[in-house]
């Protein structure tokens, strides 16, 4: 039969002739055939299937192949062995190489007819072997599909265990090697359908074997973040993607994102391809993908990455828009890149030439889908150009070409820029001066956190916020580039101007930090806080001695534009607001006129009435905890110089600290139970508090010439303007020898009444210019017996006894006390649970007027509270005032939730409200306030302190900034937008020496504030570093 089969496909018989041959042959296979003519019809329908010269000798070779194989099936088993397998997979079949596809189809027809055979199986144990071997050796996609066809058929070939592990390695490595380079629609769709066949083959695989994905798509990503010039993995590799589980791509993205090992250039590597990978036809969730590794990268604010991948990508991804198979898919991924770098308009410009005629196209191809896909393509140019307005030249033609299509609202358009920015701010500068437009949604700028520079940056902020005081320093013309009110002043300038979303105060934390603060640890902001506004009172006192001495030589501050406010006058600038007035001439510094007060404390001997007074300047209060609002065994408290109640001033007064122990075996516990939280009034009042020293601290009367009991009262003759409270949370253990922190939450009204007293012509028993008062004693029982809100009688009691001994030493009348009224400005939060760890962040009142007054309803609230026909000795107490929610909260329209309070968080600023301010600590127990700062207020027709700010210390409106700062802030941008240009071009910037590593913030709604970490503690805490250059500052 073999010689007739032989004989037949090499004559010249017509084709039917030799069709009903070949079936008689066929046929034949039914009848009992010897082993040797068996053999001899599989070696030459072996020859033909694999070596025929064309169609028709493999199909008859096939043919007859298969119908003796099923009828003597046992000769076949013994023909088609193991051996034999292993020899065409090895050495392939004569001339016909061991790689060729016609192999893996010949094997795959023989496994069919010896399925049920025993022998299969050990030809099986060969095949997972050798299919191993083949991917390896990097087949071809034909090949590679063929051998799909064959594993998916025979599922008992592929690889088990580690050996199929490293088999779906290799064949996703194997994909990345497929290359097509055919340009005729036929070819690209063939190569098409065989990169499927193998992807499908993969799936299959994980869908058997799970454990199999996750080793293949570390594959997948040590593949596309390769840095190797000559590898240029294939976009073929974006066939598996539509087969990996979406639900992964959560948990994937962050293990990659989070993991320190993967450098920013493989990450950059692996982004760009990717995005390639958005040109691969057919592949569902590439854009899925692709946006989830931006947000994840995000997440982590690995910026560098963000910037060079869209500087590199933005014209390939906008280029896919042409092809409406891959259209919407590119259209996600292009609107969540430009939508995301908003810092700069130059993704959207190297886009914009463009605009025009993919419009024109989609308007003309007559497509359905190209109908609808237009007004969503518009809708992201028109949000484009409205961040990056003042391009006219840019954008004239393409408003021409889409003017006849709907434009999304302005409200909507904010809506759409604010969904998915990971930095979003942007300047303009309009008559020759920097106006914000949109920075962020807040418009304000964070402070990088430098290595535990928490606290300098919520100070920072906070004084910021202090209207009035920035407004004055910026107005100042100050020469000295050295100075640090100079170094102050370029700071607030940058905060109110810069493009960066956080700016990074490197020269401004070099100059102001304290010799005695170690770099890189944790420090108390409220240290920080009077050590700053000591050193710029000492400054400006330092350069007003010079002034009076040299009044001809040119000062660093020019003294011809301003006065020692800063007040710039009408005749140097033309800009100045009108209602601004020449200030007095005091010669009180800016600090002393912002954050200066007086404070006299009066000691009265109890057995001759006799009073010593002594005046004394302060910048800020410190309130300790009463006793009783502790247990009786709570360890005293104390602030950041162990005082935990006293007088808080540095060398800006020249005055010293006055300490006031109270030790704990005298705390008369307060019942703890049915009694409102403690409040800021309530500290307040305990710190003006009379108190008795007696026994061991008994007042040496210079009258009396002994020992007496005494009376000790500090009382508040001068307001400042800015009234800063520092609340003594931190207490020393003494049993455990630790600072611990007082964690009980303190009601903080947003606005309070201070009793500020005008202090007669008395006389008194010692001289009022004595030295500061050494008074060491504990307060008696007698005195901490007293509630903290004593009943009116009582109050009226004890001011009567008071001015009874005070009118037989006086010449005078009474002293006369003002209640005057202060609205919270901001206040900084402390979150940890000691004085060694923890973070800080600020909140600050969004003030939106020109005047930088409080809400109307202020005035309405203090007027009415005033004017109510208050006794006396009401006003002699400190009490806080409440703001109904329709009064204070409300906006103006009233249909928006308010915006009235910002929280600043390092680098991450948001809006918040004075509910969220209030409920911090109820939240978030570990988080409570620690400084608070109150701006007081005047009522229309009160003049207070003499007038003061009646006479212009109040600026009506912000400075314009000077030439000098202007032009350091439009260099600054310039070279922001020049550096992610260059460097998004510049492999070398890409080594992991310019990564970047940021402490992530926490959420106003959902976590706390200051929560960085399962300790709660941030950027104080030691992961806020930031280790690269200037421009990685957002």
Not at 811 to 825: A, D, I, K
Request: aromatic share 8%; charged share 20%; hydrophobic share 35%.
């Amino acid at each position: 039969m073999d010689k007739i089969l032989e004989g037949l496909v090499s004559s010249d018989h017509s084709v039917p002739v030799k069709k009903a041959i070949v079936k008689m042959v066929v046929e034949a296979a039914e009848k009992e055939v010897t082993e040797e003519q068996c053999q001899s019809l599989f070696n030459l329908t072996t020859r033909l299937v694999l070596l025929g010269e064309d169609a028709f000798q493999r199909h008859i070779g096939l043919q007859v192949l298969d119908a003796y194989a099923r009828y003597h099936r046992p000769e076949f088993e013994r023909f088609f062995s193991k051996d034999f397998v292993l020899t065409l997979l090895q050495q392939g079949y004569g001339q016909l190489d061991r790689k060729d596809p016609a192999i893996i189809d010949y094997i795959h027809c023989c496994l069919r007819l010896l399925i049920s055979c025993p022998s299969v199986l050990e030809i099986f144990s060969v095949i997972q072997v050798e299919v191993l071997r083949m991917v390896c050796e990097r087949p071809e996609p034909a090949l590679c599909a063929r051998l799909n066809t064959l594993l998916s058929d025979f599922v008992q070939c592929i690889p088990r265990d580690k050996s199929g592990i490293l088999f779906c390695q290799q064949l996703v490595r194997t994909i990345s090697y497929f290359h097509c380079f055919a340009s005729q629609e036929r070819e690209l769709s063939e190569y098409v359908g065989q990169v499927t066949k193998v992807s499908t083959l993969l799936q299959n695989i994980w869908k058997a074997d799970p454990a199999t994905l996750l080793p293949s798509l570390q594959e997948v990503f040590a593949i596309i973040s390769s840095t190797d010039p000559s590898f240029d993995p294939s976009i073929a590799l974006a066939s598996l993607v539509q087969h990996i589980p979406v639900h992964m791509i959560t948990v994937l993205i962050k293990s990659l994102t989070t993991d320190h090992n993967v450098k920013d250039a493989s990450m950059t590597k692996a982004l760009c391809r990717m995005i390639d990978w958005l040109s691969w036809p057919l592949a569902q969730h590439v854009d899925t993908w692709v946006i989830a590794l931006l947000k994840g990268l995000a997440a982590v604010q690995k910026f560098t990455i963000l910037i060079d991948v869209t500087l590199l990508k933005i014209e390939l991804v906008f280029s896919r828009l042409w092809y409406p198979i891959v259209r919407q898919g590119a259209l996600t991924v292009l609107s969540h890149m430009l939508l995301s770098f908003q810092h700069s308009p130059e993704a959207f410009h190297l886009v914009v030439p463009r605009v025009v005629d993919l419009v024109q196209s989609l308007r003309t191809d007559g497509l359905p889908s190209s109908k609808a896909f237009l007004p969503q393509f518009t809708e992201l140019i028109h949000c484009m150009m409205y961040q990056y307005s003042g391009f006219p030249d840019l954008y004239d033609h393409i408003l021409e070409a889409i003017k006849d299509l709907p434009k999304p609202g302005e409200e909507e358009i904010k809506l759409v820029l604010n969904k998915s920015a990971w930095t979003s701010q942007t300047n303009s500068f309009a008559s020759g001066l920097l106006r914000q437009i949109g920075k962020s949604e807040t418009g304000k700028t964070g402070l990088v956190n430098l290595g535990n520079t928490c606290y300098m940056n919520s100070i920072i902020q906070t004084l910021f916020m202090a209207t009035d005081f920035r407004r004055h320093v910026l107005s100042l013309h100050i020469n000295g580039s050295n100075m640090l009110m100079k170094k102050l002043q370029m700071l607030f300038a940058f905060l109110a101007h810069t493009q960066r979303a956080a700016y990074a105060p490197r020269n401004f934390l070099e100059a102001s930090r304290p010799p005695w603060f170690n770099v890189g640890s944790q420090q108390d902001c409220s240290e920080y806080l009077r050590f700053l506004l000591d050193r710029l009172h000492e400054e400006e006192k330092t350069l007003q001695v010079l002034e009076s001495a040299k009044p001809k030589v040119a000062s660093p501050v020019d003294t011809s534009s301003t006065d020692p406010t800063g007040q710039t006058t009408p005749e140097e600038s033309e800009e100045s607001s009108p209602a601004e007035t020449k200030p007095r001439k005091d010669g009180r510094t800016l600090i002393e006129t912002m954050f200066g007060g007086n404070l006299i404390t009066g000691i009265r001997c109890m057995q001759c009435n006799c009073i010593s007074e002594k005046e004394e300047p302060f910048t800020d209060l410190s309130l300790a905890f009463c006793p009783s609002a502790t247990s009786q065994d709570s360890p005293k408290p104390e602030g950041p110089l162990e005082e935990p109640k006293g007088l808080c001033q540095g060398s800006v007064n020249g005055g010293s600290e006055i300490p006031d122990p109270v030790p704990a075996s005298n705390v008369i516990p307060m019942p703890a139970t049915n009694e409102p939280p403690l409040s800021v009034p309530d500290l307040v009042n305990y710190f003006l508090a009379p108190e008795i020293l007696d026994e061991e601290n008994a007042y040496f009367c210079d009258k009396c010439s002994s020992l007496q009991r005494a009376e000790r009262t500090m009382k508040v003759v001068s307001a400042p303007e800015y009234l800063i409270l520092t609340l003594l949370r931190f207490s020393y253990d003494a049993k455990c020898h630790v600072r611990r922190k007082i964690l009980e939450n303190v009601t903080i009204p947003p606005l309070m009444r201070l009793p500020v007293y005008t202090p007669p012509t008395p006389t008194h028993c010692s001289s009022s210019t004595s030295s500061p008062l050494q008074v060491d004693s504990p307060e008696s029982s007698e005195n901490l017996a007293k509630k903290l809100k004593p009943s009116q009688k009582d109050e009226e009691e004890e001011e009567k006894d008071r001015i009874d001994g005070a009118e037989q030493i006086t010449r005078g009348g009474e002293m006369s006390v003002q209640s005057v009224p202060y609205v919270l400005s901001s206040l900084v939060m402390h979150s940890g649970i000691s004085s060694e760890s923890g973070h800080y962040y600020s909140y600050g009142r969004n003030i939106n007027g020109a005047d930088g007054t409080q809400h109307p309803a202020n005035h309405f609230a203090l007027k009415e509270d005033l004017g109510n026909g208050q006794a006396e000795s009401s006003l002699s107490t400190c009490s806080g005032l409440t703001i109904t929610p329709e009064q204070g909260d409300r906006p103006p329209n009233g249909s928006q939730e308010a915006k009235d309070w910002l929280l600043f968080n390092d680098s991450r600023v948001t809006f918040s409200s004075f509910q969220s301010v209030q409920n911090i600590t109820n939240r978030f127990p570990k988080d409570t306030a620690y400084v608070l700062m109150y701006r007081k207020q005047e009522l229309p027709g009160q003049s207070i302190n003499g007038g003061v700010m009646a006479n212009g210390m109040r600026l009506n409106a912000e400075p314009p900034l000077q030439k000098e700062l202007l032009d350091a802030i439009i260099k600054d941008n310039k070279l922001y937008l020049q550096e992610q240009e260059l460097n998004a071009r510049t492999q070398a910037l890409q080594a992991p020496s310019s990564s970047c590593s940021f402490r992530p913030n926490g959420s106003d709604d959902n976590n706390p504030p200051g929560s960085c970490g399962p300790s709660g503690g941030g950027g104080g805490g030691g992961g806020g570093g930031f280790n690269t250059i200037s421009r990685l500052v957002f």
